[in-house]
């Protein structure tokens, strides 16, 4: 199926009706371009960053100091994607920097800072970083939160053991 300008129809990935700038805990994943293998390589189950994986982790590291309400949780970065838990604490009406579409400024502002870092770095003004959009999922109670966050700790021996 196309829309009328003739672009396939995406699936919709997002819940309908729900604020994404809700008190909530998010877990997210935002992949390389083509899932290439750009921010490091594994070696015995250790996930090593090279400059560009720095980057990523030094740029989502410093995008909870840039923001009131917010804040990071677990996360890692591995050679093509990132996964991470992000808290929304407050609500716009308590921090009127929050916005309704929070996690998506939240995501998009890093993804941007780390392009252009990159970008930079490789001195290619049209180096292409991340695939377009990301995952999300709304976490909804605890035992959910304790499920994800061991995920995301075992992600580096699940990920390299396939690829030895």
Known sequence: MQT???LPIR??????????????????TVNANQKRQLFGRCENDIVT?????????????????????VS??????????????????GTPEEHPVLHR????????????A??????ALRRDSQFMVWQPRFND???RNY?????IAAYIADNPRRWCARRE
């Open 72 to 89: 990071g949780e677990r996360f890692i970065v591995m050679p093509n994607h990132m996964h991470a838990m992000v808290a929304l604490w």
């Open 11 to 28: 699936k919709r990935i997002r819940l309908r009706d729900f604020h994404y700038s809700s008190k909530c805990v998010y877990y997210i």
């Open 101 to 112: 579409r929070e996690l998506f400024r939240i995501v998009g502002g890093f993804k941007a």
């Open 114 to 119: 780390v392009t252009s870092q990159i970008r």
């Open 4 to 6: 009328a300008s003739g």
């Open 49 to 69: 960053l090279n400059e560009m994986g720095e980057i990523v982790r030094n740029e989502w590291l410093r995008t909870f100091t840039m923001r009131q309400g």
């Open 137 to 139: 999922h709304v976490v």
């Open 143 to 147: 035992e959910d939160y304790v499920r």
